[in-house]
């Protein structure tokens, strides 16, 4: 995947009074308002909307090239605007990818965007936010505002200075298309290979406040970060399986499955087993689990499902492989092609065992863990054996710790472990979002935030984590 610049004037903002652009909100509204310079401005109409729409990121594949755009509407009059509209015009050659929180429409070389329900009022003085969608083109052009509630808009190009611009291009992300698997690699609709850079959650009965839109965009704008794992205990205290809230613990992952989605971000939902060993010891529970969520995010092309964490005692061809099959015929009822992972013996060190066993579906990765501390130069030459051999793996949970997560940090292995993902391109979540007083925590315990958080705000784990999925050298 290729990185391009956006030329900034690209960027089409619409602004009430710094960029002297003003559109009529009300729906009888027919004329555009006088454009004057900045500072002599005067509002005549009652309803006024500022607009900006806004490139949040930009790539390349195969000759093409994707924008992913924003579009955020301030209602700065006094009046509720209802069944909105705005029109972008298109340049040559231009495909739809993706949209979301939007119905789309396009007419010759014009999109058309309608609100969905939740959205259809823009009550006054509040903003529609949360809008967006991916195209996809022949050469760089992008798009441009050219209508707001039927009254055309003319824009004033952003400034020159970097810092006055509303481009922000802070993650090297991917369209949130489906994914499959392709002689062993995770690859794209068009079949490059792809690499997610995840974020796991603690337990979300424990820590369920950082299930928040903002911790999530913080994480995507400021780490890197395209993935964000939902880990929900199945057996330890407030576990799915045991005392529970399991309605709770629904409505988590549906909160985490639509931030995600707005943010053009990949959501794991993981059926975290842990002190239940083998997965058969509440396999009935799992296919229930696995057939409400997969029936209700069957047209949810960023949703992945993790159907065993840490399995122990439990052979790969005895235990794991039957048990996959049976929660795998469960997704498919619903979710043909959704991505998803496996877990293997021995708290997802044994991958191994899958060689020559590997499942008969073809979407299906093989899930692998470490923590730095305990594991080293041994695991890491299975990992590669089993790597040699074809085998799709996932790092779906590591740390720079020992394997109870807590302990010191071991900065030489884990770096060890970072050139060997970078060397293979594989995928690999962190663990873990919280700020629990243990060392593999990424928040520190004294830090009561649940978003934008500064340096200082990081644990020694998250601060490395950061540099790592960002790029910066140790």
């Known amino acids: 995947m290729k990185r391009f610049e956006i030329p900034q004037w690209l960027v089409i903002l619409v602004l009430i009074m710094s960029a002297g652009v003003f559109v009529g909100c009300g729906e009888e509204t027919e004329d555009l ?104 083109c022949g050469g760089e052009e992008e798009t441009q505002l050219l209508r707001w509630n039927g009254s055309e808009v003319r824009s004033q190009k952003p400034s020159s200075d970097p810092e006055d611009s509303a481009v922000t291009l802070n993650v090297d992300s991917v369209p949130i298309g489906a994914l499959h698997v392709e002689e062993g690699r995770l690859v794209n609709v068009d079949g490059n290979p792809v690499q997610l850079r995840g974020i796991s959650t603690h337990g979300l009965a424990w820590y369920p406040e950082y299930v928040n839109k903002d911790a999530f965009r913080t994480l995507r704008d400021e780490w890197n970060v395209n993935t964000i794992r939902l880990a929900m205990y199945t057996a330890e205290t407030g576990g799915y399986c045991t005392d529970g809230n399991r309605e709770n613990l629904l409505h988590l992952i549906d909160e985490g499955v639509r931030y995600t989605e707005e943010l053009g971000m990949y959501v794991i939902i993981d059926w975290h087993i842990l002190s239940d060993s083998n997965p058969n010891t509440y396999r009935k529970e799992a296919e229930e689990f696995f057939d409400i969520v997969s029936k209700a995010y069957e047209d949810k092309t960023h949703v992945i499902y993790e159907i065993c964490n840490e399995p122990q005692n439990s052979p790969f061809r005895e235990v794991i492989r039957p048990y996959a099959e049976d929660i795998i015929d469960v997704i498919r009822r619903h979710d043909s092609d959704a991505l998803i992972l496996v877990g293997t013996n021995t708290w997802a ?86 700020n629990k007083n243990e060392t593999s925590a990424l928040i520190q315990s004294s830090c009561a935030k649940t978003s934008a958080w500064e340096e ?19």
Request: include cysteine; glycine fraction near 6%.
């Open 33 to 136: 308002i006088e454009t004057k310079p900045a500072e002599e401005v005067r509002v005549e109409e009652e309803n006024v909307c500022s607009a900006v729409l806004e490139t949040v990121n930009a790539w390349e594949e195969n000759g093409r090239y994707f924008h992913q755009y924003s579009l955020r509407v301030q209602n700065d009059g006094p009046q509720d605007v209802s069944d909105w509209s705005a029109e972008i015009l298109l340049p040559g050659d231009t495909k739809l990818e993706q949209a979301w929180n939007i119905e789309t429409e396009i007419s010759e070389s014009i999109l058309i965007l309608r609100p969905v329900e939740y959205n259809r009022v823009i009550p006054a003085g509040e903003e529609l936010k949360d809008v967006g969608w991916i195209m996809s």
């Open 349 to 434: 060190q044994d991958v191994d065992e899958v060689i020559g066993n590997e499942l008969e579906d073809d979407n299906v990765m093989y899930t692998f863990h470490f923590y730095a501390g305990t594991h080293k130069e041994d695991l890491r030459n299975k990992l590669r054996k089993v790597l040699d051999a074809g085998v799709p793996v996932y790092i779906s949970e590591c740390s720079l710790t020992d394997a109870s997560g807590n302990g010191a940090v071991d900065y030489d292995s884990a770096e060890e472990w970072r050139s060997l993902i970078e060397a293979y391109g594989l995928s690999w979540n962190a663990w873990s979002l919280c």
């Open 456 to 474: 200082e705000d990081l644990s020694e784990t998250g601060r490395w984590f950061k540099r790592a999925f960002t790029g910066e050298s140790k």
